[in-house]
C-alpha cells in the first residue's frame, strides 16, 4: 500500500529520497526555490542536484511548505543544518499530528550547541517529539539516485516509528537497520564531517596511508568520547552511523568534506575552496559547534580542534604534524 510522503529540501539528499520513495510512494517534494518546484514537475529532472536523473511520475513539487506537508504519514527533513531552526519552525504551523518525522541532517547548530534532535524538540511541538527518526550511515545521494546497494540506520528513541520508517525506505538497493540510540546516531552523523576534513588535509599534504589510517582512528576515538559523555551507547560509533559514515566519508571521492581537506592541505585557502562548492560541506560549520561542545563537556578532541585552527589559519599547514604528532604521550583508549 503506497504511503504518503513529504519530503523538505530539494538538494542532492532530498531529491534522491524523494527519487526512491516516488517508485511505490505518492510524494511531494518541497523546495523553497519556485522555479527548481516547476522545472521539476515541467521536465521530471531537478535543474541543480542529480541532474541527469529522472524523478518518477509519483513525485509532485512544490515551494508551498503547507501543500508539501499536508496529509502526509512521513515527513523527510532533508535540509542544511543551519537551515533546520528556520524552516522547521515554520513546518510546525502544518505538519500533521501523526505524521512521522524523519531527519536526515547532520550537523550541530553552531550557536546552541544543539543536536538536531534536541532543535527539532525545540521548534516542533510536543505532539510530534515520540515521532522524531533519525536516518543515518554510509549514504552519498550520487549511489542511492544510481540504484547502487546503500545500508544505513533508522534511529527512534519508540523503536516502533525507526521499524515504520525501515519498512517503508527499505527496498532492493537500499536497506535500513532500526536502532534506538539516537544521541548516538546524530553525534556519529555530525563528528565524521570534521574527522572527514582532517583526513582529507592529511592526504592534501601527501602524509601518507598510516597518517590517514591513524587520523579516522583517533578521530573515531574523540567522537565515541564525546558522544558517551552526551549519553550515547559506544557500540553505536561500531556500527553504520559511527564507523561506516565515517570510512566513507573520509575516504570516497564524492565527499565535500574530504575535498575540503583535501583542498586545505595543498594549501588553498578556505573562502576560495567553499567558493567554488555548489553544496554544504557540513563540517565546516560543525567543526566550531563540536568545539564548543568538547570545551562545555570537558572532552578532549585534539584532531576536532587542530580541525578548527587549520580552517581559522591560525596554524599554518606545514605546523600541523608537529603539534600533533608531539602532544602529551598517553594511553590509547577509545572512550
Not at 504518503?4 to 511505490?24: D, E, H, N, P, W
Not at 518541497?30 to 522555479?35: G, P
Not at 564524492?254 to 578556505?270: A, F, I, T
Request: proline share 4%.
Amino acid at each position: 500500500m503506497a504511503t504518503r510522503i513529504g519530503v523538505i529540501g530539494s538538494g542532492s539528499f532530498g531529491t534522491c529520497l524523494a527519487m526512491l520513495c516516488g517508485q511505490q510512494n505518492e510524494v511531494r517534494l518541497w523546495s523553497r526555490n519556485a522555479d527548481v518546484s516547476s522545472a521539476i514537475n515541467r521536465d521530471r529532472h531537478n535543474p541543480q542536484y542529480l541532474t541527469d536523473v529522472e524523478i518518477p511520475p509519483g513525485v509532485t513539487a512544490t515551494s508551498d511548505l503547507g501543500e508539501a506537508l499536508e496529509d502526509r504519514e512521513v515527513v523527510i527533513c532533508a535540509v542544511p543544518s543551519h537551515g533546520v531552526r528556520e524552516v522547521m519552525s515554520q513546518a510546525n504551523r502544518v505538519l500533521p499530528d501523526d505524521a512521522i518525522l524523519v531527519s536526515t541532517v547532520k550537523g550541530i547548530e553552531v550557536e546552541t550547541g544543539m543536536r538536531m534532535d534536541q532543535v527539532l524538540q525545540e521548534v516542533l511541538d510536543p505532539v510530534h517529539h515520540p515521532r522524531f527518526v533519525f536516518l543515518s550511515g554510509p549514504s552519498f545521494a550520487r549511489e542511492i539516485a544510481d540504484h547502487k546497494p546503500t545500508v544505513v540506520t533508522v534511529a527512534s528513541l519508540e523503536e516502533s516509528f525507526a521499524i515504520a520508517v525501515q519498512t517503508t525506505l527499505s527496498c532492493p538497493w537500499f536497506r535500513c537497520y532500526s536502532a534506538t540510540d539516537v544521541v548516538g546516531v546524530e553525534v556519529g552523523g555530525a563528528l565524521k564531517n570534521v574527522v572527514a576534513i582532517a583526513v582529507g588535509f592529511c592526504d592534501g599534504m601527501g602524509l601518507g596511508q598510516n597518517a590517514r589510517a591513524a587520523t579516522m582512528t583517533r578521530g573515531l576515538a574523540e567522537i565515541t568520547r564525546l558522544g558517551v559523555k552526551l549519553g550515547a551507547n559506544p557500540i553505536t560509533f561500531l556500527g553504520l552511523s559511527g564507523i561506516g559514515d565515517l570510512l566513507l566519508t573520509c575516504t570516497g571521492d564524492l565527499s565535500r568534506n574530504r575535498q575540503v581537506g583535501l583542498e586545505l592541505g595543498k594549501g588553498r585557502k578556505l573562502d576560495d575552496i567553499l567558493s567554488e562548492m555548489k553544496q554544504v560541506a557540513e563540517g565546516v560549520r560543525t567543526t566550531e559547534a563540536a568545539c564548543r561542545l568538547a570545551e562545555r563537556e570537558g572532552v578532549e578532541m585534539p584532531i576536532v580542534q587542530m580541525v578548527r585552527a587549520v580552517l581559522q589559519g591560525s596554524v599554518p599547514n606545514d605546523r600541523v604534524v608537529e603539534l600533533m604528532m608531539t602532544r602529551q604521550l598517553g594511553s590509547e583508549n577509545p572512550i
